[in-house]
């Protein structure tokens, strides 16, 4: 029989003489599992916002991207693409030239990152599905359209429903600027807004999609593209997609790169990282602070069973093993708190994931608050509460033996 694990047991579930310890110790239990019970909801809250800027995100940025290694433009021949789409893992590839230009619409000038896009992204891009006025169309027989992001057509007061053209403008490349006459030295061109699209914050404020063809004519180029974007089929692996990407590289050469979802938006991706990894770190450390009361419990019962610990010395216990009782006991307490805390985490978890009863404030793109519970957020959970539990109860246990 392990005694510590025994004797620790007993304390836990017995009644004290001082009912002042009973209270701590509940008390102690309860804040437990409300930080652990907060730990698992709101990770698993910000697994289901990660997922959902992920999945917009998804939308628009390709699966695989390849670009020019140097410069801002090459062009896209040679067997590898023929290669590329004979694979049964790809759905669609389509070429994209893009640039930042200047725009005036109805006499309001800016920026604009201006994507011109072939028929192919016009026909089965997914940025169709975030379309919130007008129409995901490029053409109208002959007459170029666009579709721009909604905060962009906010600033500069773009509306489908509106006969005003976009004027996109661009250095010229082979005409020097004069000074006598500036229109002359730069390229212009005309295209319709058709829609408006929401996908986030940074691209809705600065993108344009518009035909390829447009984009060539205003930047005076040929069969020059910026990027080559591939799209995989829904199910496709991470395996299989980083095979993929590895047989591109080895049939391109140096010129070229290829780049996934993350390597497209590092900076994005990882700020989305150390966010979650501050959040656990701000509840951990009110975990820290809930888990001082275990301190205080652990004290005045350690001060009540002086006689019960001068008995057990007197039958031979040592020190170390009277003080694992007590570190036991605090664990107990820890452990009790953290289980019930993740029932009670995972339960209110799995019934926001299915039925979604908290509603998201406002006109949200989601009704409910999007929730994804994780095997891994409660694993990390229940050790990092369990970690704390130990390592707090060992602290008012060193004082067994020490008088």
């Known amino acids: 029989m392990n005694l510590p694990l025994f004797f620790a047991g007993r ?25 652990t019970a907060a730990l698992v909801i709101i990770l698993s809250i910000y697994n289901g916002f990660d997922s959902l800027v992920r999945n917009m995100l998804g939308d628009f940025d390709p699966d695989i991207l390849i670009a020019p290694a140097e410069g801002k433009v090459f062009v896209p021949e040679g067997e590898v693409y023929d290669w590329i789409y004979d694979q049964e893992s790809v759905k669609n590839m389509c070429c994209v030239l893009t640039e930042n230009v ?4 109805d ?3 800016g920026m604009v990152t201006a994507k011109g896009v072939d028929w192919v992204y016009e026909e089965e891009s997914p940025v169709r599905n975030h379309i919130r006025t007008g129409t995901f169309s490029l053409h109208r027989g002959d007459v170029p359209l666009a579709v721009v992001g909604s905060s962009l057509a906010y600033r500069l007061g773009i509306n489908p429903n509106f006969v005003a053209p976009m004027e996109l403008y661009f250095p010229a490349r082979d005409r020097n600027f004069s000074v006598a006459s500036p229109m002359s030295s730069i390229e212009s061109v005309n295209v319709w807004p058709s829609g ?13 999609i518009v035909p390829i063809d447009v984009m060539k004519e ?3 180029y040929g069969d020059e593209v910026s990027g080559v974007e591939i799209r995989l089929k829904d ?9 993929l990407m590895s047989g591109i590289r080895e049939r391109l050469g140096e010129n070229l790169v290829v780049l996934d979802r993350f390597e497209q938006n590092k900076a994005l991706y990882r700020m989305m990282k150390y966010e979650k990894l501050s959040i656990f770190a701000i509840l951990i450390f009110t975990v820290i602070i809930i888990a001082s009361n275990i301190f205080g419990s652990l004290t005045m019962l350690i001060i009540e069973k002086r006689e019960d610990i001068e008995i057990l010395r007197s039958m031979g216990a040592g020190d170390r093993m009277i003080r694992n009782i007590f570190v ?9 708190g953290a289980g019930c805390g993740l029932i009670a985490g995972i339960a209110f978890s799995l019934l926001q ?14 009704q409910a608050y999007p929730v994804i519970l994780s095997a891994k957020d409660i694993i990390i959970t229940a050790a990092s509460v369990a970690a704390v539990g130990y390592i707090i109860a060992r602290i008012p246990a060193r004082s067994v033996g020490a008088d």
């Open 11 to 35: 304390y836990l579930f017995a009644k004290k003489s001082h009912n002042v310890i009973n209270i701590i110790s509940a008390i102690s239990v309860a804040g437990m599992a409300i930080g």
């Open 102 to 105: 200047f725009i005036n619409y």
């Open 107 to 109: 006499g309001k000038q």
């Open 196 to 208: 408006i699209f929401a996908i986030n914050s940074e691209i809705d404020d600065k993108y344009a």
């Open 218 to 220: 205003l930047l005076e």
């Open 235 to 243: 199910g496709c692996s991470g395996k299989e997609a980083r095979a």
């Open 328 to 336: 036991l006991e605090g664990w107990l307490i820890s452990l009790l």
């Open 353 to 366: 994931q299915h039925f979604g009863f908290i509603r998201m404030p406002g006109n949200f793109i989601i």
